[in-house]
């Protein structure tokens, strides 16, 4: 038995979905265009079954850090996902504001928006409970609009971040396909590894990276952890110069 919801657990036929995605792109420095749009590949399965039961879908994701030259708006992956989609998906360039609360409003069933970078929001990425995130503006404001939130931001959802831990506070709540699918995968590598069991493990953050390590290697999960990317050529910290 599954110990989250998931979108088999509700009926979404002209019902409000706030849909948390990670869509998070690798860009172009000099254009600032999408260079790969896997993880918006990657939500393509939950969108289209969503639209497809008629739900009514406002969609909340992030692109960069405040201050960084990535840190961008998110029209481009509204065209992109337009594109991928076969149909128009609005974006609107608010959050709270009554620009987006009057798209949400205006949504027809089968219909979707993608709303302003979440990041704009200078409390997004405080690191508090779940009960103190919803009493954010964010969740105020958005949640009495909506009957469900769906999180298929699998790669942010580590973070304890208003749009991804505030909502399940006070709304039904449920996993995308993409976010079931890989608590699935975790589930099964962690509690009934196959041996010898090989992980693979790479990334830019290092002192994350010998955390995990020792957590694997110290619980017996893993017989053997395969070190690439800068982890894998991290210079060595022993005595010898």
């Known amino acids: 038995m599954l110990e989250f919801n998931t979108l088999d657990d509700f009926e979404f036929r002209g019902r409000s979905v706030l849909l948390r995605v990670d869509i ?13 749009d ?11 079954e969503l639209l497809h039961k008629g739900a009514k879908v ?18 481009r992956h509204a065209k992109v996902l337009s594109r991928l ?16 609360l009057d798209a949400i409003r205006s949504i027809s069933p089968g219909e979707a928006i993608v709303l302003k970078n979440v990041r704009e929001l200078a409390y997004e990425q405080d690191k508090k409970t779940m009960e103190e995130h919803a009493k954010m503006e964010l969740v105020t404001t958005l949640a009495p609009l909506f009957d469900v939130y769906v999180n298929d931001a699998f790669g942010a959802s580590h973070r ?3 749009s991804l831990v505030g909502f399940q506070a006070v709304l039904p709540s449920a996993a995308g396909r993409l976010m079931e699918k890989e608590l699935k995968a975790l589930s099964q590598v962690f509690s009934n590894p196959a041996r ?3 992980f693979i493990l790479g990334g830019a953050k290092f002192g994350e990276s010998v955390k995990v390590v020792d957590r694997l290697i110290g619980k017996k999960i893993a017989d053997w ?10 210079p060595d910290q022993g005595d010898d110069p």
């Open 85 to 100: 989609l076969g149909k128009e998906v609005k974006y609107i360039d608010d959050l709270v504001g009554k620009v987006a």
């Open 160 to 162: 304890s971040q208003c």
């Open 24 to 36: 998070n792109c690798p860009l172009r420095k000099e254009t600032l265009e999408i260079e790969d």
């Open 58 to 75: 406002a969609i909340l994701a992030h692109q960069g850090r405040p201050g960084d030259w990535d840190f961008i708006p998110l029209d």
């Open 196 to 198: 010898p069991s090989v």
């Open 38 to 48: 896997n993880r918006i590949q990657q939500i393509l399965q939950t969108l289209k």
């Open 225 to 234: 952890v395969i070190l690439v990317g800068v982890t894998g050529n991290a």
